[in-house]
């Protein structure tokens, strides 16, 4: 922050993974104690990238959609055994599909998060709770492989619909009871800013409809569910070379005798 006759100018850099932006704006505080806007410039290339970017990012997004209902029409016409292996499968890809589709709705009917903050802030709770399922799904689709493979047992054909629908739904109420906040669209989000002596208070633009607050709240439980199937791959991944090994091992035996 510096002097300039009688004024002062305000200089931030923000760095946003890739690329570096300059804010500066000179002010009077004498007249200006509460709220000054920092504009930054953009060039007419950069904003026919974002643009660019946006409709490709609909486009592969629609092209995974309809890659989706392909499949699960495939799914259905072919007439496979009813198994739980399959019905996991089609649900991950139901799931998948679902939450594609509201994100690309999510891009084109929203022009603007403020008109319809409650409509906005439903949204984002589907959206939260319908990509947390993928990864549920995902993690279902491992603890039925072990069941399967290394602890062969029964279990209620209802057991993985349960589990699939009930974290995410467990995960995003915890999530909206302890900090009310997370989905109140209505509210503006903002950050901190020290500038020297003075501190500023910059409101946040809201491009989606999504959460407020630390990305964490959804990365955590995400990186959990991960974790958790990277360990149930490593164990089957023990048990089915370990079979192999066996197997091979006992014909290498015979031959031997013989």
């Known amino acids: 922050m510096n002097s300039l006759f009688g004024k002062r100018k305000v200089r931030i850099i923000r760095d946003d993974d890739k690329s570096i932006h ?17 504009e930054r410039d953009v060039s007419a290339e950069e904003l026919k990238h974002e643009q660019v970017q946006s409709e490709l990012e ?28 399959l019905f996991i499968h089609k649900s991950l890809l139901f799931s ?15 022009a603007s998060r403020e008109d319809h903050p409650a409509l906005v802030s439903v949204v984002a709770v589907v959206q939260h709770y319908l990509h947390t399922a993928v990864f549920t799904w995902m993690l279902v689709e491992g603890i039925n492989l072990y069941i399967k493979l290394v602890k062969v047992f029964s279990v209620k054909q209802q057991f993985p619909l349960y589990l699939a629908i ?34 500023l208070t910059a409101t946040k633009q809201r491009t989606r409809c999504w959460m407020n607050g630390n990305l964490w709240i959804y990365k955590g439980p995400v990186l959990a569910i991960l974790l958790v199937n990277f360990v149930l791959f490593a164990i089957l991944l023990r048990v089915i070379f370990g079979k192999i090994s066996s197997k091979y091992g006992n014909n290498h035996v015979i031959l031997a005798s013989g």
């Open 22 to 38: 300059l804010f500066e704006r000179e002010f009077n505080p004498g007249l200006e104690k509460d709220v000054f806007i920092f």
């Open 58 to 85: 609909i486009v592969l997004l629609c092209i995974s959609i309809a890659a989706i209902i392909l499949a699960l029409a495939l799914l259905t016409m072919m007439r496979l055994k009813k198994t739980e292996r």
């Open 96 to 110: 998948l599909g679902v939450g594609n589709l509201v994100f690309v709705v999510d891009k084109t009917l929203f």
């Open 166 to 199: 009930g974290v995410p739904a467990v995960i995003v109420g915890l999530v909206a009871s302890i900090r009310p906040s997370t989905f109140d669209i209505a509210e503006s989000e903002t950050t901190e800013i020290t500038c020297g002596a003075l501190n």
